[in-house]
């Protein structure tokens, strides 16, 4: 499971919605066409906002690297907000975080998102 197939579980099993992402995702190889080709499927799943609440898509980009592709969920639990997502990288698989520690595991936010 990626991080993608989380969010579309987590959408279904605890807010009743049918979110499908494509089953190949853009990935096209230079920098540049890929942040225009995750910009333009973005903009057919949902819309940037300033104010997360849960269950909103939050955007993530790994440490290193030039563009976003990585997804996980918010929450605001325990008074903080968060993000349940998983890696391959991150060790026993999925996790939840809270925002303000993302950088100490080397992610970055890039936006939240609102489902269309």
């Given at each position: 499971m990626d991080c993608a197939?989380?969010?579309?579980?987590?959408?279904r099993e605890?807010?009743?919605?049918?979110v499908v992402f494509?089953?190949?995702?853009?990935?096209?190889?230079?920098?540049?066409?890929?942040?225009?080709?995750?910009?333009?499927?973005?903009a057919e799943?949902?819309?940037?906002?300033d104010a997360p609440r849960d269950g909103d898509v939050v955007l993530m980009r790994e440490g290193g690297k030039t563009m976003a592709g990585h997804v996980g969920?918010?929450?605001f639990l325990d008074y903080a907000p968060q993000v349940l997502h998983t890696a391959a990288w991150m060790q026993g698989g999925?996790?939840?975080?809270?925002?303000?520690?993302?950088?100490?595991?080397?992610?970055t936010v890039v936006g939240y998102y609102r489902w269309n």
């Amino acid at each position: 499971m990626d991080c993608a197939d989380l969010v579309m579980l987590v959408q279904r099993e605890l807010f009743g919605r049918e979110v499908v992402f494509a089953g190949k995702r853009p990935r096209p190889l230079a920098d540049a066409d890929q942040d225009a080709a995750l910009a333009a499927y973005t903009a057919e799943l949902a819309h940037q906002v300033d104010a997360p609440r849960d269950g909103d898509v939050v955007l993530m980009r790994e440490g290193g690297k030039t563009m976003a592709g990585h997804v996980g969920t918010y929450f605001f639990l325990d008074y903080a907000p968060q993000v349940l997502h998983t890696a391959a990288w991150m060790q026993g698989g999925s996790s939840l975080h809270k925002i303000k520690d993302l950088p100490g595991i080397g992610l970055t936010v890039v936006g939240y998102y609102r489902w269309n």
